[in-house]
T-cell receptor
Framework: NAGVTQTPKFQVLKTGQSMTLQCAQD?????MSWYRQDPGMGLRLIHY???????DQGEVPNGYNVSRSTTEDFPLRLLSAAPSQTSVYFC????????????FGPGTRLTVT | QQQVKQSPQSLIVQKGGIPIINCAYE??????FPWYQQFPGKGPALLIA?????SEKKEGRFTISFNKSAKQFSLHIMDSQPGDSATYFC????????????FGKGTKLTVNP
């Protein structure tokens, strides 16, 4: 049981480039979400999904797209990277909307120059 | 209304000391208050959690104290060890099973040998 996995671990982009951060979980969890972590800002929710085919915006969704075609995968797309998107990104999942425990992936450190 | 305010931002104690991290909230619809522990380079992991119908919960050296009337909760670490050095996040979940888990901004704890 790998839990929540994220790739890549590190990424450097130039302003304007696009890329996809990958997230997968093997726990058959319905709920998945993406956070960004910045110094002094805590964890801020970007997008979330309550199940395959269903996504919604979180606190800071601008500049990011998501889709959920399968239960296991929840990729995060940066359409046109900006320096303000330099951050550490965490994917998380939990069993369903009533579950209390949320599992986080190891994170992707993204730098946009 | 959705915020969880966490203090202090950083904390340094000697081995064996009892660091205390505090969180306060306004939204009475919160129904679950977890604490997450994050080591450098890792994703946050659930440490301990409490529901508002309980005033205290202990798990090993970690204790949550909950004051419903004051809308405050705190984490105490007994006999702290250098291995406890990490960033700690309090969080609160909105009642009704919403995905929205609201995080405090984190406390960086350093336990000196």
């Amino acid at each position: 049981n790998a839990g929540v996995t994220q790739t890549p671990k590190f990424q450097v982009l130039k302003t304007g480039q696009s890329m996809t951060l990958q997230c997968a979980q093997d726990m058959n969890h319905e709920y998945m979400s993406w956070y960004r972590q910045d110094p002094g800002m805590g964890l801020r929710l970007i997008h979330y999904s309550v199940g395959a085919g269903i996504t919604d915006q979180g606190e800071v969704p601008n500049g990011y797209n998501v889709s959920r075609s399968t239960t296991e995968d929840f990729p995060l797309r940066l359409l046109s990277a900006a320096p303000s998107q330099t951050s550490v990104y965490f994917c998380a999942s939990r069993r369903d909307m009533d579950a209390y425990e949320q599992y986080f992936g190891p994170g992707t450190r993204l730098t946009v120059t | 209304q959705q915020q969880v305010k966490q203090s202090p931002q950083s904390l340094i104690v000697q081995k064996g000391g009892i660091p205390i991290i505090n969180c306060a909230y306004e939204n009475t619809a919160f129904d679950y208050f977890p604490w997450y522990q994050q080591f450098p380079g890792k994703g946050p992991a659930l440490l301990i959690a409490i529901r508002p119908d309980v005033s205290e919960k202990k798990e090993g050296r970690f204790t949550i104290s909950f004051n419903k009337s004051a809308k405050q909760f705190s984490l105490h670490i007994m006999d702290s060890q250098p291995g406890d050095s990490a960033t700690y996040f309090c969080a609160a979940r909105v009642q009704g099973g919403s995905e929205k888990l609201v995080f405090g901004k984190g406390t960086k704890l350093t336990v000196n040998p």
